[in-house]
Structures are given as C-alpha cells and as structure tokens.
C-alpha cells in the first residue's frame, strides 16, 4: 500500500507498477481493475494493467454508490482502526493499515460470510466446555483481540 499527502499521477502510475510486481505471477489471474474518474489516473495507470490484458472499467459519472465496496472497506477501516488510534508518522500508518488488512482480510467476521471470518478457523466442539481453551492475540496494541481455541 502507498501512502502519501501529495497523490499525482506519476505517484499512482508507479503505485499499480508496484502492485503488479508485488503480486508476482498471481496478478495473471487479475481479469479487471474498477476506478473511478479522477485525473490521478493517467493514461499511464491504464497501461500498467491493460498491458496484462486486465481491463479497466470506470465507475459512472456521479454515481457514489458505484463503488460501494471499496467505499465501504474505507469507511470499516477509518471507523475501526483509523479514528481509534493516533498515527505519528507515514511508517506507523503503513504498519497499522497491514495490521488492519490482515485481521480483516483472515480474522474479521463479515455480514456477507454470516459472520464467519474469510479463512475459518477449524473448530472442533469439546464434549464438555469446561474443557475448551481459547488463545487472545491482540492487533494493533490491543485495539483489537482476536480469540482462538487451543488445543
């Protein structure tokens, strides 16, 4: 993930250049890339995936629903994690926002799933609960704490 306090379309460009060598061999299975319109997305930006024959599709014009995932994603993050704690530094965002990503893209339980996590967890139901043992992992300092069964 890229931070910055000034975005250009240069910055962007190099940002997708980055992502698709990050990716690796994976970024093959990339079928589309949604964007929307604003000018930070150059020409430039395009290519980098349209070079992978990953087609572009940009949301419509003053459609704020449009990308409503992303939007939603953002807006989790911010209420979540974000509005929670006091970032000191561009380091210190990049770390708490992969964090962040790794606990919501393994851990957090999501309304789509039932409120299952994205990678479940194996449980196997004790005969007795008293016999049940859970592991706490905190995220973020303790922001957030995750709860796993032991054996």
Sequence with gaps: MGVTAHPSGAWVAQQARNLIIELGHRAETLRFVIR??????????????????????KTPIRAPRANAIAERWIGTTRRECTDRLLIYGETHLRQVLADYQRHYNNHRPHRSRDRR???????????????????????????????????
Excluded: C, M
């Design 117 to 151: 996590p994205p990678l479940p967890a194996v449980l196997s139901a004790p005969d007795d609960l008293d016999q049940l043992h859970l592991e706490r992992h905190e995220v973020l300092n303790g922001l957030i704490n995750q709860y796993r069964q032991t054996a």
């Design 36 to 57: 929307d319109r604003d000018a930070k997305f150059t020409a430039v930006f395009d290519e980098v995936f349209t070079s992978l024959g990953i087609r572009i599709i």
